[in-house]
């Protein structure tokens, strides 16, 4: 199955903006298309869905950046180009095959992206701060599947750890999310343990470079610039076949599990309790922890765990993000987690090679479990939107006397089944609000047409919201 029929067929899917289950497919257009907001997801080489809101800023600040990155190569390149007496021709020649292939994968990934693209698109980013993730990947397939002793023994460790820890918990072993995925190597590696394995990573090369390998092998080459004993060392070449793993894999692991795109921790397009475990690694220090864990309290199951490996090496800026561990339990607890506090430190040496260099993390490796659903405290200035659509009835009595809308009573039948009725006044209440408004907006709204108390207005909101026709 395709990755488009694995997402249209799964039921755990939604839209990422609105969170509506009404995502349709335009085969011509190659384009996911949610029935409810209208908004628009493509389909990436026809091999993975870029689920990210306003994709066309995204995709448009990628080509940005890796022209940008183009340009480094090729400075690079004329670098060398002059004769010194100390740069062997031969050297100099392997170094400038491998930044000349790098320029055509760079190429041929821009012209990718600019198929979903506009020129006005690319024009109207131009200056725009881009956050587009890592463009890089072949670090990362180094580690991740060409085989390497160093690179396994770290993968090993991290993947024994994490099986160890959570298969002593009571947790359904049903579906799971990895977040910031990179090439997917965390994902396969447990699917021996879990259904599916959704997976996702907000850089473009991280996902199509995965996708890529899945079809095809590939050798490329490495510069080691620094630290390195002798010219022999320059230049590393590496070998991907992953088909041949998996092929010959007998311990269970399945990549048709692995359910992959391009995504973010803000809007992750899964339904509400989807998932029975978030499994975290090397990802909970490259975003605030605020930034995603509504996402996360929302997507898992009640009695669902999220694992953390990794070290808090924070890549962000603002210092106030930049928890401790005891800050990072504190702010688990106060969205409903409740930690285990019988943590691990575990020591990995991240992406080494038979280089002279060595980067060494402390890695936490501790388990959350979800106890309750996160409730937003409703206030003046909290935004509302409409939820999930509701039906409703109108009943009368018509005869010659009388006008159809004569004496009607109104109900409102509700998501979870339940009915309110005489709701004529609620429904027109309704049709008032807007999505986006304030809580003191609505009120203000509300106020101009009818004359209300302001605390019903507000209790009418918070029953809305609790029945699922309103949202915040």
């Known amino acids: 199955m395709t990755q488009v029929e694995s997402i249209?067929?799964?039921?755990?899917?939604?839209?990422?903006?609105?969170k509506e289950e009404t995502l349709s497919y335009h085969v011509e257009d190659k384009l996911f298309y949610c029935l409810h907001c209208h908004a628009e997801f493509p389909n990436f080489d026809e091999s993975f869905p870029v689920f990210v809101p306003n994709y066309n800023e995204y995709l448009s600040n990628y080509v940005l950046t890796l022209e940008?990155?183009?340009?480094?190569?090729?400075?690079?390149?004329?670098?060398?180009?002059?004769?010194?007496?100390?740069?062997?021709?031969?050297?100099?020649?392997k170094i400038k095959d491998v930044l000349e292939t790098e320029i055509g994968e760079i190429n041929d990934l821009q012209n990718k992206v600019c198929k979903y693209l506009l020129p006005k698109d690319i024009l109207g980013q131009v200056g725009c701060e881009a956050m587009v993730g890592y463009t890089d990947a072949k670090q990362y397939l180094l580690r991740d599947w060409c085989s390497f002793p160093e690179s396994e023994k770290e993968i090993h460790i991290i993947v024994n750890a994490i099986k160890e820890k959570i298969q002593k918990l009571p947790v359904k072993m049903g579906n799971a999310?990895?977040?910031?995925?990179?090439?997917?190597?965390?994902?396969?590696?447990f699917s021996d343990i879990f259904n599916k394995v959704f997976s996702f990573d907000y850089s473009l090369s991280m996902i199509d470079s995965f996708s890529s390998i899945l079809k095809e092998r590939k050798i490329f080459g490495l510069i080691n610039s620094k630290n390195i004993v002798s010219d022999s060392q320059l230049i590393r070449t590496c070998h991907v076949n992953c088909n041949g793993l998996f092929e010959k894999d007998s311990s269970g692991k399945d990549v048709s599990k692995i359910i992959y795109y391009v995504g973010q921790a803000q809007h992750i397009p899964l339904k509400n309790n989807t998932v029975d475990a978030i499994v975290s690694i090397y990802f909970s220090d490259v975003l605030p922890l605020k930034d995603y864990i509504e996402e996360f309290s929302r997507v898992l199951k009640e009695g669902g765990i999220l694992v953390h490996f990794g070290p808090l090496d924070y890549h962000f800026e603002t210092f106030e993000d930049r928890l401790s561990l005891q800050e990072l339990f504190a702010g688990l607890k106060s969205y409903g987690f409740e930690v285990d506090m019988d943590y691990q430190i575990i020591p990995t040496n991240?992406?080494?090679?038979?280089?002279?260099?060595l980067n060494g993390y402390k890695n936490i490796l501790f388990t959350a479990t979800k106890i309750k659903d996160l409730v937003k405290p409703l206030l003046p200035v909290s935004k509302v939107y409409f939820d999930k659509p509701f039906s409703y009835t109108s009943k009368g009595i018509f005869n010659s006397s009388t006008?159809?809308?004569?004496?009607?009573?109104?109900?409102?039948?509700?998501?979870?089944?339940?009915?309110?009725?005489?709701?004529?006044?609620?429904?027109?209440?309704?049709?008032?609000?807007?999505?986006?408004?304030?809580?003191?907006?609505?009120?203000?709204?509300?106020?101009?047409?009818?004359?209300?108390?302001?605390?019903?207005?507000?209790?009418?909101?918070?029953?809305?919201?609790?029945?699922?026709?309103?949202?915040?």
């Open 8 to 18: 249209l067929y799964s039921r755990d899917f939604c839209c990422p903006g609105c």
């Open 350 to 357: 991240h992406l080494e090679d038979d280089t002279l260099y």
């Open 177 to 189: 999310l990895i977040p910031g995925c990179g090439l997917a190597r965390f994902a396969y590696e």
């Open 403 to 472: 006008d159809a809308d004569h004496d009607v009573e109104k109900s409102i039948t509700f998501s979870d089944g339940s009915e309110f009725e005489n709701a004529g006044d609620v429904l027109s209440i309704l049709n008032i609000l807007r999505d986006g408004y304030t809580i003191s907006e609505c009120i203000l709204k509300i106020n101009e047409k009818y004359s209300i108390e302001d605390k019903e207005i507000f209790d009418l909101i918070n029953l809305l919201i609790k029945k699922k026709v309103l949202k915040v």
């Open 68 to 93: 940008k990155k183009k340009r480094e190569v090729s400075k690079n390149i004329e670098r060398i180009n002059p004769v010194h007496p100390d740069v062997h021709s031969l050297k100099k020649e």
